[in-house]
């Protein structure tokens, strides 16, 4: 008998017995509907958070004035001088595994455009910060080596800031007022999001650092260095390089403590990422258990079709059927079984995916790999809690079959 026949006339048996079949169906059906959109809501925080991880920066190592104690805290955050330029010239020329280098003097400020105003982030930095923030340009251009040398008054803005500025007017060319200082606009970042700490990144104003220094400031020292290492894996050779350096040049004695903090942000970001996946894995098999649930009620229903069906097995054994033909007809039954309550599983995860994502306003994210895996399960429910039933149908004696009623 041909595959195509032989789930032909397991679709006409379970017929017979609609009712207990249907139910059979939905308990697989629910079962791969809810691991569907288990993992489909993990997949959506486990992407959420690998694009904050892109956004984050090229490799990129970050080292603040001012120490940080065991508890997270950091001390003298502003105004401290315990890094200047010449720390992050000699971090560009002396650690060979730092690709690029930007220093970094931040602050609040108010930036004034005709009757507008905002309240946002300044950031004065050299011309590689859009490579190792990884940034890209939505308008106009980014400074050069030559305006930073020159300390000239243009400035790059976030999204944020032309949104509340501008509107929907055009901002290349313009001149907004940043505190006092009279500032040209020459392009506008790529919109980013908020970073993992919830702040809005692109609610900032980019200028060259020395602009910054001698016309905002009024200082000499930064308050960030930020790098971008070789690679990756070169990032924690280039920590314990930079480490070294830094305590060099800051004269520092063996059991003092630093006076900066030598950062890398990936890290905290991998340790979410894995706490994501993790997660995502535990919840789906969590969600899978009722398929097992499922599993066990075709193994009942194929239980009780053996024994309702005792006296046909044994009319078909004494004909001629092999045990092989009995056995593959049962099987074909329960896998008939899951197969349906898989195709109508992946409709309840896609329906209950959505659901989720308006409703409750969870994010969602569906994938191949998703509906794959549901299916591989329900089939698998199938062949593995329906062997058992067929197998114990296939080893039935013939003249027992036939004195049955």
Not at 65 to 85: C, D, I, K
Not at 92 to 111: A, K, T, W, Y
Not at 196 to 223: C, H, N, S
Request: charged content about 20%; hydrophobic content about 45%; aromatic content about 8%.
């Amino acid at each position: 008998m041909n595959s195509k026949a032989l789930f032909r006339e397991a679709f006409v048996t379970l017929t017979r017995n609609w009712l207990r079949s249907v139910l059979t169906i939905l308990g697989i059906s629910v079962g791969v509907g809810a691991f569907i959109c288990v993992v489909a809501i993990g997949n959506a925080g486990t992407s959420k958070i690998e694009d904050q991880l892109q956004n984050l920066g090229n490799n990129f190592v970050w080292i603040e004035a001012g120490s940080r104690a065991r508890n997270g805290m950091r001390a003298g955050a502003r105004g401290t001088r315990s890094l200047v330029l010449s720390d992050a010239h000699a971090i560009s020329e002396q650690v060979p595994l730092i690709r690029s280098m930007s220093p970094n003097v931040d602050g609040r400020i108010q930036v004034v455009y005709g009757g507008e105003n905002w309240a946002t982030q300044y950031r004065g930095v050299a011309p590689e910060f859009v490579q190792i923030r990884r940034w890209g340009m939505r308008l106009g251009t980014f400074f050069t080596a030559a305006d930073v040398e020159a300390a000239v008054p243009v400035c790059v803005l976030g999204q944020t800031v032309v949104d509340n500025l501008f509107g929907t007017d055009e901002p290349i060319g313009m001149t907004i007022r940043v505190q006092n200082l009279p500032c040209k606009v020459i392009g506008v970042l790529s919109a980013k999001g908020f970073s993992a700490t919830g702040q809005d990144q692109d609610d900032v104003v980019v200028m060259p650092f020395t602009t910054v220094q001698k016309r905002i400031a009024g200082t000499f020292w930064l308050d960030d260095i930020f790098c971008s290492a070789v690679s990756r894996d070169a990032m924690p050779e280039a920590t314990v390089q930079i480490t070294g350096l830094l305590r060099e040049r800051h004269h520092m004695n063996p059991g003092e403590d630093d006076d900066f903090n030598v950062r890398r942000p990936e890290d905290l970001i991998q340790a979410q990422l894995a706490t994501s996946r993790i997660m995502t894995i535990l919840l789906g098999s969590i969600a899978s258990l009722s398929l097992l649930v499922g599993g066990i009620g075709i193994m009942n229903i194929m239980l009780v079709s053996v024994t309702q069906r005792t006296r046909e097995i044994g009319v078909r054994l004494a004909v001629g059927a092999t045990e092989w033909d009995v056995q593959l007809q049962f099987l074909s039954e329960a896998v008939a079984l899951s197969m349906l309550g898989g195709v109508l599983g992946l409709l309840a995860g896609i329906l209950s995916s959505v659901v989720v994502e308006h409703l409750f306003e969870f994010p969602t994210k569906l994938t191949p790999e998703v509906f794959a895996i549901g299916s591989l399960f329900a089939a698998s429910v199938g062949i593995l809690f329906g062997y058992y039933p067929a197998r114990k149908a296939s080893q039935l004696d013939p003249i027992q079959g036939l004195r049955y009623e």
